[in-house]
């Protein structure tokens, strides 16, 4: 069991992460919603979510779509469509499976995607131009650990789902 004192001080600790985690989601949101108007003027940046979801996944099913944003499928659907009409996506069918289709990143969707995150490409690493790259590593591998509940050292953690 933890000490009072050291309980007290990991308390703080987590709290002063909270609220850099709170600033960096801040920040994040501002460049998603620029790029989200970079990519087509007045898009939201939920569509811009979806949209590089499925450039990320070069080809996914709406169903899987649905289930790796863990939302709706009939909004994840009405997104897709409006996504189509901008000329962003495309549906091949699913060779997999005949009902199904594939969505994939049109040509001019990456090309539009590239243009609309040039400005932001290089911010990151310019801003960890002075760190050392063994901190960047660990960044990395402690971000990663947080993230998949488990303990830096690669033991099994907590449960973040």
């Known amino acids: 069991m933890t000490s009072p004192e050291t309980r007290e001080e990991r308390t703080r600790a987590v709290r002063a992460l ?3 985690f ?4 801040n920040r ?3 460049v998603i919603a620029d790029n989200a108007n970079r990519v087509s003027p007045g898009m939201l940046p939920g569509a811009y979510k979806v949209f590089t979801t499925i450039v990320r996944r070069e ?9 790796t944003l863990m939302a709706d499928k009939g ?6 469509r409006e996504l189509e009409q901008l000329g962003l996506v495309a549906r091949t069918p699913d060779p997999a499976d005949g009902r199904s289709s594939l969505l ?10 590239a243009e609309a995150r040039a400005p932001q490409e290089s911010a990151l690493v310019d801003a960890l131009a002075e760190w050392p790259i063994d901190d960047i590593r660990n960044l990395s591998r402690l971000l990663h650990a947080l993230t998949a509940g488990e303990s830096p050292a690669g ?3 907590f449960s973040t789902r």
């Open 18 to 20: 909270e609220a850099e």
């Open 22 to 25: 709170g600033e960096l989601i």
């Open 28 to 30: 994040f949101r501002r």
């Open 59 to 67: 080809s996914i099913t709406l169903s899987a779509l649905a289930e």
């Open 75 to 80: 909004q994840i659907s009405r997104t897709v």
């Open 104 to 113: 994939s990143p049109t040509p001019d969707g990456l090309a539009r995607l």
């Open 155 to 157: 033991g099994a953690g």
